[in-house]
Every structure is written in structure tokens, then in C-alpha cells.
């Protein structure tokens, strides 16, 4: 092994580190990307907005109330209500001349007919013909018009 001189060490320098690298301005795929994904959020934004301000939007938010305001003591109420919510959302879905004038259990056949995935409203919504009408004090089970809830957003959908 040879020994080197002493000056020649002398002139060796240390590495003092890069120069720092600035992540501004960006690169121009940056820049696109960037764009892309304003363009996505705006999209997803107003097509959110717009749903919830249509008639489907504004049909399961009430559901989702009449669901979580459902207790014993008002279930003939929120089951009166439901009545109503599902008569508005026949009309607005389909034509007033076909559904405006159906009462009783011609209504629960054509809510049957109509619904896609065949939920029995004529067996299990008998509710929502009786409990309008009904004294009030009408012993409604929460179970039943939970369930009677839960189709009626599937129907609306």
C-alpha cells in the first residue's frame, strides 16, 4: 500500500450537500392532473347536488326522517305520512291518470305491479290505507311499518 503525500490530502474537498430542489412550479402533468382532478370533483359535486334537489333526493330524505322519528307513540302518524310520501312519489314517477284515482286495494295491486323488486303491499301494506283513516289511538306495529319504510326506498329508487 502506498502512502499518499500529505498536500495531496490537502487539496481534497468534503461533498456539502446537493442544492435543494423546489417542488414549485410544477411540472406540466402536474398541472394536468391537478385540472383532472377539479374537473372530477366538480362533476361529483354537482351531480350530488343535483340529485338531492330532484324529487327521488328529496323522497328518501323524508323516508330517512319518517324512519328515524318512528316510535310507539306516533307510528300512526309516520304511517299516515308514509301514505302520503308514497302517493306523491306514484304521481310524480308515473302519470297522475294512472294512479291518482286507485283507493284501497286497488292501490296496494298497482304499488305490487309496480314495485321491482315485488314486495307484497297488498299482504303487508294495509297501513297505509287504514292508518289515514283510522281513530286516532290505532295500535301500529313499529316492525311493520319499518319494514312498509325500508320498501318504500327501494321502491323510490
Do not use: H
Not at 487539496?11 to 450537500?17: A, R
Request: glycine residues 8%; proline residues 6%.
Amino acid at each position: 500500500m502506498t502512502k499518499l503525500p500529505d498536500n495531496l490530502l490537502a487539496q481534497l474537498y468534503d461533498i456539502t450537500g446537493l442544492d435543494y430542489i423546489g417542488w414549485w412550479p410544477l411540472a406540466p402533468g402536474w398541472w394536468a392532473l391537478l385540472a383532472f382532478a377539479a374537473i372530477v370533483a366538480g362533476a361529483l359535486y354537482w351531480r350530488r347536488r343535483t340529485y338531492r334537489r330532484s324529487w327521488k333526493g328529496d323522497a328518501l330524505r323524508r323516508l330517512g326522517v319518517l324512519g328515524s322519528q318512528l316510535n310507539d307513540g306516533n307510528a300512526q302518524d309516520v304511517a299516515a305520512a308514509l301514505s302520503v310520501l308514497m302517493r306523491r312519489v306514484a304521481m310524480r314517477r308515473f302519470s297522475r291518470a294512472e294512479c291518482a284515482g286507485l283507493v284501497g286495494p286497488d292501490w296496494l295491486r298497482w304499488l305490487t305491479a309496480k314495485d321491482p323488486r315485488r314486495f307484497d303491499w297488498t299482504r303487508r301494506g294495509r297501513l297505509l290505507i287504514e292508518a289515514p283513516y283510522a281513530p286516532p289511538g290505532l295500535p301500529v306495529r313499529r316492525e311493520s311499518l319499518k319494514v312498509l319504510i325500508d320498501a318504500a326506498k327501494t321502491w323510490v329508487r
